[in-house]
């Protein structure tokens, strides 16, 4: 039963991971897609995913390594890990957010001046006048990496083990080389929001946040209902035998 209780936020060591990560990654982030500018696609591409990568390693044991909070917002709305009710959802939320603002002005403020000639907000050629493609785009990107997000976090049938926030890092890549030129390559709400208050630059917005948080949400309810999870009361494997399923720990996920 929801309690108002609920929603007030906590800050605990997965609140605060996420926090870390988040601000760790926009800052990264930032500052591979402020290179891509001399050294081209690739720089950001490979930049934001092996930050992912990278920073997945780093926090998934103590928060489940979500560092996005379309993410967040798809797990706790369908129910994905026990760990993730609307409390710590919320609070992840806010901890996401707030990490990336600040790392997304304390890159904007280390950067010389000469790389800061195209700001790293989210905006790419179609942002202006192709709002519909923009949202395509961004809402399919999204998806690709929650659902590789959540094949991975499967514990019953994921194949990925310790390579897990590898695989969610190239999903990034991959999104970003797909995406990139033409939309900026957000796949993520706190990654528009926090170079877009770094920057003063709000345009489109909110089809940006519109488009990622609800592919994080159908993610999660495609890999639920349609592809089942581990949380299924039971599933048939390949040799006809009913499988049973339990609750996973969010801090042995990927181990």
Do not use: W
């Amino acid at each position: 039963m929801v309690e108002a209780s609920d929603f007030k936020p906590a800050l605990t060591p997965a609140v605060m991971a996420e926090f870390v990560g988040s601000f760790l990654l926009a800052f990264l982030a930032g500052a591979a897609a402020a290179n891509a500018a001399d050294n081209g696609l690739s720089a950001a591409a490979l930049g934001v995913g092996l930050a992912v990568a990278m920073l997945t390693y780093t926090t998934v044991h103590i928060s489940g390594g979500f560092l996005n909070p379309a993410l967040t917002a798809g797990v706790m709305i369908m129910g994905g890990d026990k760990d993730v009710g609307i409390k710590a959802g919320i609070s992840y939320m806010i901890a996401q957010f707030t990490g990336a603002i600040i790392g997304a002005i304390l890159v904007k403020s280390c950067l010389p001046v000469e790389a800061l000639v195209h700001p790293f907000v989210t905006l790419g050629s179609l942002s202006d006048k192709h709002g519909e493609q923009v949202f395509i785009f961004e809402f399919l990107a999204t998806l690709v990496i929650g659902l590789v997000f959540m094949a991975v976090r499967d514990e019953k049938r994921s194949q990925a083990g310790n390579a897990g926030p590898l695989a969610i890092g190239l999903a990034y890549s991959i999104g970003m080389f797909a995406a990139g030129p033409f939309t900026g390559g957000s796949m993520n709400p706190a990654r528009t929001l926090g170079p877009a208050l770094a920057f003063g630059k709000f345009d489109h917005i909110g089809v940006y946040l519109a488009a990622t948080f609800l592919g994080g949400i159908a993610a999660a309810f495609l890999y639920k209902l349609a592809l089942g999870d581990a949380s299924d009361e039971g599933r048939v494997n390949s040799d006809g035998e009913e499988k049973r399923k339990s609750d996973v720990n969010l801090a042995q996920k990927f181990v």
